[in-house]
């Protein structure tokens, strides 16, 4: 919408069939609903106070660029349930419940930092001003890389490089999904030889043998193990030449929070 034109000429049904022109006329569709959409990008900078927190497009918004704010307020909303879950089952635990802001809000960032260079992309196609997510092809055709941003750090192990990122829903070999079966509590993950040596964080497990698809998320993250937290995001990685004690006697102290 030009800044002279008003929402109500805008929506005149003679102007909505002229914006379709190109594509649709009145003898291929009847207009079944027409509204004006504004967008912006926010951040609220405080989700939480005392007993209360907010989240989806309550702490933030999203351009629709990239379908991407509902998703991110689902992703808040799992983040935080089972947090808020521990902490109804096991006591109050304040860096759980501050970890919440800290995870979510860099991770949601990311995602409308991106969209907004999508946004810019649409806007602007045909034009050399596309932002770094894009190439172009020797085609001349135009290709946008993936992201899944991680999660800020809030909690595990800071040096921990795969801490904070998502972990796939992979099929289990019943056919169901990681998040059907394993969604309220954490679970370890690990190739079969470690089991017996991991036993001793008492965890939930399954292996490669549950799974076809764990060998190869291995192999990409470069790890041997892994724990997942409800809302299957990684936890803690291991791998084998790296320290197994350290890695137990790391969450073994976050989950004697649990106990
Ligand atoms: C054009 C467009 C396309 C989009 N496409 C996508 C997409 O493809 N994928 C995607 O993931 N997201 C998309 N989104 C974003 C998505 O719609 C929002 O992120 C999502 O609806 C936010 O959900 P919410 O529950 O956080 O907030 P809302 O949906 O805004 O819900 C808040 C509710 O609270 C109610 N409320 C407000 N104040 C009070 C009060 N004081 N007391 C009681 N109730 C109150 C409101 O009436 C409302 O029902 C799109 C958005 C737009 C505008």
Redesign the pocket.
């Known amino acids: 919408m030009h800044d002279n034109e008003t929402n109500e000429e805008v929506l005149l049904n003679h102007n909505v069939w002229n914006f379709l022109k190109p594509w649709v006329s009145k003898n291929d569709a009847i207009l079944e609903r027409k509204t004006i ?1 504004t ?1 912006k990008s926010a951040v609220a900078k405080k989700w939480m106070k005392n007993r209360i927190f907010i ?4 702490a933030h ?2 351009p ?1 660029f990239m ?7 689902i992703r808040d909303v799992s983040n935080l349930a089972w947090k808020l879950s521990y902490c109804l089952n096991f006591g109050h635990n304040k860096n759980l419940l501050q970890s919440y802001q800290k995870e979510r809000m860099q991770n949601v960032i990311e995602y409308i930092k991106t969209t907004m260079k999508m946004g810019e992309f649409i806007n602007e196609i045909g034009s050399e001003k596309i932002s770094n997510t894009i190439f172009k092809n020797k085609d001349g055709s135009f290709k946008m890389s993936t992201i899944k941003p991680k999660l800020g750090f809030g909690l595990g192990d800071r040096n921990d490089k795969n801490c904070g990122k998502i972990f796939p829903n992979i099929k289990l070999n019943n056919n169901s999904y990681l998040d059907e079966k394993y969604s309220k509590e954490l679970l370890l993950i690990t190739k079969s030889k470690l089991k017996k040596k991991l036993e001793v964080l008492n965890l939930n497990t399954i292996t490669e043998q549950n799974s076809k698809n764990i060998t190869h998320i291995f192999l990409n993250l470069k790890i041997d193990a892994v724990i997942l937290r409800p809302d299957r995001f990684i936890l803690s990685s291991l791998k084998e030449s790296s320290n197994i004690h350290n890695f137990i006697n790391f969450n073994q102290n976050f989950l004697n929070n649990f106990k």
């Open positions: 959409y967008f989240a989806g497009d309550a918004l999203t629709p379908g991407q704010g509902m998703c991110a307020g």
